[in-house]
């Protein structure tokens, strides 16, 4: 499978990008189960600083990532700069909402006091379509962020830029390392990470 930006405008191919290989696999599920066994004793309230910030770069950068969706599959600029919008709007959601959201909650029991507790699942793959590169990333990961669930992810093969630059925005805002890691994958290679033993769950949409 190979990755690659190409204008769809132009039919020039901007950049190529090469697949993970079985070290860079191995090393991004390694970290991501690594900071999940942190997340799982750590509050909600821990993170919601990283989603926050999330939020502003989406904000304040709306233009340049709008051209990277542009560029790269071809959505008019204005709708562009509605999908990054939007993107800041659920990472701003999460940030407001994810710790009432988490909170335990009273059940009625016949046998004593009982409550219903979220806890985090553990490492994710997502599978990620090209139509709408960056709000099919934010609506699986900000939630699964707040939680504590650590995300790998393989987006489309003609949207590596944005893939990128949705990662990118993710270490500016201050996430860890292992939080959300983007893997240019194969189709056996995908096979193999949601065969892991590791991975808990996994999006997949399209």
Known sequence: MAYQTTNPYTNEV???????????????????QKLYKQWRNDPVSSRIPVLRKLA???RDETDDLAKVLTTEMGKLFIEAQGEVQLCAMI???YAEHAEDLLKPRKIESISGDAQ???HPLGVLMAIEPWNFP???MMRIFAPNFAVGD?????????TPA???AFEDAVKRAGA???????LFLSYDQVSTVVADKRVQGVALTG
Not at 150 to 158: C, S
Request: charged residues 20%; glycine residues 2%.
């Open 176 to 182: 860890p390392a292992g939080a959300l890691k983007n």
């Open 14 to 32: 901007v950049k190529t990008y090469e697949n993970a290989t079985a070290d860079e696999i191995e090393a991004s599920l390694a970290q991501a």
């Open 134 to 136: 960056y709000y099919q």
């Open 150 to 158: 650590p995300i790998v992810y393989k987006h489309a093969a003609i």
């Open 56 to 58: 502003q770069i989406f």
């Open 162 to 164: 944005a893939a990128l």
């Open 116 to 118: 219903l507790e979220n």
């Open 91 to 93: 990472a701003d959601y």
